[in-house]
């Protein structure tokens, strides 16, 4: 679900529309910042200690 469907319970106008200081905190939260979610962070992380790991193997081999 996209925030442009929600309705505010503060002053029930979309919270896209940005109304009241709830509904621009609302939109702020649920606007991607950096375009990476936690689960794509948290997958970059894995990635990156699978790959460290694998390359301490090979140097030891």
Excluded: F, H, K, W
């Amino acid at each position: 679900m996209t925030y442009d469907r929600l309705v505010c319970a503060n002053c029930a106008a979309p919270v896209a529309e940005g109304r009241c200081p709830v509904c621009r905190a609302n939109r702020e939260r649920l606007t991607p910042q950096n375009g990476l979610s936690p689960a794509m962070l948290l997958t970059l992380a894995i990635a990156l200690l699978a790959a460290i790991a694998l390359l301490a193997a090979v140097r030891t081999v």
